[in-house]
């Protein structure tokens, strides 16, 4: 799936790919603060990783808040939350999407967690628990989301 951005109701909504060809500069203007969906990106590598943190570090008369956060942004969120000891991840990710799956049935699904939150709440955070739309059975989600989490808790 190929890259797309498209800009509907105040946010700025990235899906597909992240790669080399994203040229964010030249499709927005680049001030106040900027809300990206970013529910539908579906992967990332690292000269689109690279290109998005140069807009992280664009400090001047710009902020991000990035939306529906997925897996796929866990390698963005790390760094951001090693590099910048005074820019916490909670602050910029606003919320993530966590996969869950049912051992009982295989039935998948998304769920939406608000990050601002979980900034106030560091040490004793703990995933939500979500039952099966098909079957009941408690659902589990990867180990990926519990290091998602974390790195919100962290540099708090
Ligand atoms: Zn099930």
Do not use: H, W
């Not at 990106?41 to 992280?56: A, C, E, P, Y």
């Not at 990710?93 to 799956?101: A, I």
């Amino acid at each position: 799936m190929t890259f797309k951005l498209e800009k509907s109701g105040g946010f700025i909504k990235l899906s597909g790919n992240i790669d080399e060809s994203i040229d964010l500069a030249s499709s927005l203007d680049l001030y106040g603060t900027l809300f990206f969906d970013v529910g539908e990106v579906t992967g990332i590598n690292s000269i689109g990783t690279l290109k998005m943190i140069r807009l992280i570090e664009r400090k001047a008369g710009l902020s991000i808040q990035f939306y529906k956060c997925s897996s796929v942004f866990k390698f963005l969120i790390s760094y951001v939350a090693l590099k910048f000891g005074s820019i916490k991840a909670s602050k910029i990710f606003s919320s993530l999407l966590l996969d869950y799956n049912c051992p009982q049935c295989g039935e998948e699904k998304q769920v939406l967690v608000e990050t601002r939150r979980l900034g106030n709440i560091p040490a004793q955070f703990s995933l939500p628990q979500e039952g099966c739309p098909t079957c009941q059975f408690i659902m589990q989600t990867t180990e990926d989301a519990e290091e998602l989490i974390e790195s919100f808790s962290q540099g708090e």
